[in-house]
């Protein structure tokens, strides 16, 4: 299975402010069909994961452009930019170009 | 609006079964495979499979083979999956998604313990 593996842990910002979160493969997420499968996800305390990203930098619906994603290959970036009170909970990445589907281990983001 | 409502929290015994379900609305149920998976504490997110809801075919990821199984309902939208021979391992929030995983259910709670 292919290995997804985020940095940091966790991670405390103020309000306002702007934070990264890294996730790696172990493997290229590349497919055959030339697509990168890549996603990020928000948990917020209490709930389900909620799709914010996919495909490495394309916006679900209705997901606020403070929120970008980039990256290719095994390299991928989730930046989060005038943070509020609303984006507190775990990131999670996941990659979808292999089966099964993985997941890495969550950033958790705090206030400061 | 998509929405995946699963069913409600369950407590097992060691060895026992248990079957919970996910009932689509929303969207056109047959256009979008169902896939399962597991939250633990300790494991993090873990997936377990999907169904084919209109042809009813199984991928399962090869962990939870013989541990899940995944059917389908067509007529009332509403996608089960079975967990057998429960351990206290099993014991987890497991959620149901819509096939790319862009919309989750609310998860179900399964308690296994004696």
């Known amino acids: 299975d292919v290995v997804m593996t985020q940095t940091p842990v966790s991670l405390s910002v103020s309000l306002g402010g702007q934070v990264s979160i890294s996730c790696r493969s172990s493997q290229s997420l590349v497919h055959n069909n030339g697509n990168t499968y890549l996603s990020w996800y928000l948990q917020k305390p209490g709930q389900s994961p909620q799709l914010l990203i996919y495909?490495?930098?394309n916006r679900f619906s209705g997901i606020s452009d403070r929120f970008s994603g980039s990256g290719s290959g095994t390299d991928f970036t989730l930046k989060i930019s005038r943070v509020e009170p609303d984006d507190l909970g775990v990131y999670y990445c996941g990659q979808g170009t292999q089966y099964p589907y993985t997941f890495g281990a969550g950033t958790k983001l705090e206030l400061k | 609006q998509v929405q995946l409502q699963q069913s409600g929290a369950e407590l097992a015994k060691p060895g026992s079964s248990v079957k919970i379900s996910c009932k689509a609305s929303g969207y056109t149920f047959t256009s979008y495979y169902i896939s399962w998976i597991k939250q633990t504490t300790g494991q993090g997110l873990e997936y377990i499979g999907y169904?084919?809801?209109?042809?009813?075919?199984?991928n399962y990821n090869e962990k939870f083979k013989g541990k899940a199984t995944l059917t389908v309902d067509k007529s009332s939208s509403t996608a089960f999956m079975q967990l057998s021979s429960l351990t206290p391992d099993d014991s987890a929030v497991y959620y149901c998604?819509?096939?790319?995983?862009?919309?989750w259910g609310q998860g179900v709670m399964v308690t296994v313990s004696s």
């Open positions: 998604a819509r096939s790319t995983l862009d919309y």
């Open positions: 169904i084919n809801t209109g042809s009813g075919g199984t």
């Open positions: 495909k490495v930098s």
